[in-house]
């Protein structure tokens, strides 16, 4: 079983529409939480960043964590095509830059 | 102020052969982390370096290996190429050696044949 599960879609939705994307995880020691959005042939870009429980948000993004249930998720308000993407969820038990990450979901909006 | 740089950006090279990437971190930046991205599966971390010392490893095998210089620019090097090894390589750099937030590089596509 992979550290983090993230399900790969690919997922297909409308302009407009809200997205929820979700990662689980299962080691308990995870303290920081991030958002990559992954265009073809590009690095990933950071969106979100998230230290320990709670809820961010900044723009149409929101990024929650629930460490109680090793969950996390992010999501996109009217989105837009120009959100079309692979999004990776990453994560950290802090003190080394080392990231876990999980498989990524395939976005696409359609207008 | 310019993003991570990798060099070059598409690789072909054959079975048995070895493979040097270099990366170029934001200026001002001390560490540099690399991965391997595939298919299969994803997104894994190599090994990070910091202020010229790795301080931390994935589960990779000892054909893996990199250095960072003084000027904190990254080299890996992936000896004795196998199909498998086929990939995109990316690095990102961080300033600090805490957990920060992790700028990454376009990557470099290395196709093994």
């Known amino acids: 079983q992979k550290e983090v599960e993230q399900d790969p879609g690919p997922l297909s939705v409308p302009e407009g529409a809200i997205v929820s994307l979700n990662c689980t995880y299962s080691?308990?020691?995870?303290?920081?939480f991030m958002w990559y959005r992954q265009y073809s042939r590009k690095g990933p870009e950071l969106l979100m960043y998230?230290?320990?429980?709670g809820n961010k948000e900044d723009g149409r993004f929101t990024a929650q964590v629930d460490k109680s249930s090793k969950y996390i998720s992010l999501f996109i308000r009217d989105s837009q095509p120009s959100d079309s993407a692979t999004y990776l969820c990453?994560?950290?038990?802090?003190?080394?830059?080392?990231?876990?990450f999980g498989a990524g979901t395939r976005l696409a909006v359609h207008p | 102020k310019a993003g991570v740089t990798q060099t070059p950006r598409y690789l072909i090279k054959t079975r048995g052969q070895q493979v040097t990437l270099s990366c170029s971190p934001i200026?001002?930046?001390?560490?540099v982390s690399w991965y391997q991205q595939t298919p299969g599966q994803g997104l894994q971390f190599l090994f990070e370096?910091?202020?010229?010392?790795?301080?931390n490893k994935g589960n990779f095998p000892g054909r893996f290996s990199g250095r960072q210089f003084s000027n904190s620019r990254s080299e890996m090097n992936v000896s004795t190429l196998e199909l498998g090894d086929s990939a995109l390589y990316l690095c990102?750099?961080?300033?600090?050696?805490?957990?920060?937030?992790?700028?990454f590089g376009p990557g470099t596509r290395l196709l093994v044949l």
């Open positions: 200026s001002g930046h001390r560490s």
């Open positions: 990102a750099s961080t300033y600090g050696q805490g957990m920060e937030t992790q700028y």
């Open positions: 080691n308990s020691a995870f303290q920081y």
């Open positions: 990453a994560m950290s038990e802090g003190g080394y830059n080392k990231l876990i």
């Open positions: 370096y910091f202020s010229e010392t790795q301080r």
């Open positions: 998230t230290y320990s429980s």
